[in-house]
């Protein structure tokens, strides 16, 4: 089975900091990328899909880099809201594979 | 609202019992899956249904079963031989292929008494 691997954290900043995630996939056949966000005992929710040119969301940049087969996610300006599990996940066109999470705690 | 509704909340499962979760969307979406969640790990894969009336296996599949009889459901069977049901559930859906980003519903926390 192909694995998307994390650290797991967790990553503690203070509000109003950068923080990056990387997270690397063994798929190289892999063809979708997502970041999703999953807060403490709920559902995962979808926060943005990773293209290959880069793209950005408001305080949310996503990178995918096909040679290394890693993909980040770069949010600034942190928010004591964005403390929260994020999931990495890829697909190969056959199933979506989900990385177990990094943790992100954003203190006062 | 558009959305994935998934019941109960919580549900408690005595030993050698069969127990069933609720799946209900109202996206139009074709394709629906269970996936397991445990404590520090990342989500596995039961069952998927690309199609009403169609369903294949996920990497754990045993001591679970589905049905799609209509688009709109896709309920979740955890039966007497999961021997270790105890889980966060989780029901998605999506458009069309596996691929394609998929949208959750709340989950079903599952205990064993």
């Given at each position: 089975?192909?694995?998307v691997?994390?650290?797991?954290?967790?990553?503690?900043?203070?509000?109003?900091?950068?923080?990056?995630?990387?997270?690397?996939?063994?798929?190289?056949?892999?063809?979708?990328?997502?970041?999703?966000?999953?807060d403490?005992?709920?559902?995962?929710?979808?926060?943005m899909?990773?293209?290959?040119?880069?793209?950005?969301?408001?305080?949310?940049?996503?990178?995918?880099?096909?040679?290394?087969?890693?993909?980040?996610?770069?949010?600034?300006?942190?928010?004591?809201?964005?403390?929260?599990?994020?999931?990495?996940?890829?697909?190969?066109?056959?199933?979506?594979?989900?990385?177990?999470?990094?943790?992100?705690?954003?203190?006062? | 609202?558009?959305?994935?509704?998934?019941?109960?909340?919580?549900?408690?499962?005595?030993?050698?019992?069969?127990?069933?979760?609720?799946?209900?969307?109202?996206?139009?979406?074709?394709?629906?899956?269970?996936?397991?969640?445990?404590?520090?790990?990342?989500?596995?894969?039961?069952?998927?249904?690309?199609?009403?009336?169609?369903?294949?296996?996920?990497d754990?599949?045993?001591?679970?079963?589905?049905?799609?009889?209509?688009?709109?459901?896709?309920?979740?069977?955890?039966?007497?031989?999961?021997?270790?049901?105890?889980?966060?559930?989780?029901?998605?859906?999506?458009?069309?292929?596996?691929?394609?980003?998929?949208?959750?519903?709340?989950?079903?926390?599952?205990?064993?008494?």
């Amino acid at each position: 089975r192909k694995e998307v691997e994390q650290d797991p954290g967790p990553f503690n900043v203070p509000e109003g900091a950068t923080v990056a995630f990387n997270c690397t996939y063994s798929n190289s056949a892999s063809q979708s990328f997502f970041w999703y966000r999953q807060d403490c005992r709920k559902e995962p929710k979808l926060l943005m899909s990773v293209y290959s040119s880069g793209n950005e969301d408001g305080r949310f940049t996503a990178q995918l880099n096909r040679a290394s087969q890693y993909i980040s996610l770069l949010i600034r300006d942190s928010k004591l809201s964005d403390s929260a599990t994020y999931l990495c996940v890829d697909s190969s066109g056959y199933a979506l594979n989900f990385g177990k999470g990094t943790s992100l705690l954003v203190t006062p | 609202d558009g959305g994935i509704t998934q019941s109960p909340k919580y549900l408690f499962r005595k030993e050698g019992q069969n127990v069933t979760l609720s799946c209900e969307q109202n996206l139009n979406h074709d394709a629906m899956y269970w996936y397991r969640q445990d404590p520090g790990q990342g989500l596995r894969l039961i069952y998927y249904s690309q199609i009403v009336n169609d369903f294949q296996k996920g990497d754990i599949a045993e001591g679970y079963s589905v049905s799609r009889e209509k688009k709109e459901s896709f309920p979740l069977t955890v039966t007497s031989a999961q021997k270790n049901p105890t889980a966060f559930y989780l029901c998605a859906s999506s458009i069309g292929r596996r691929s394609e980003t998929q949208y959750f519903g709340p989950g079903t926390r599952l205990l064993v008494l």
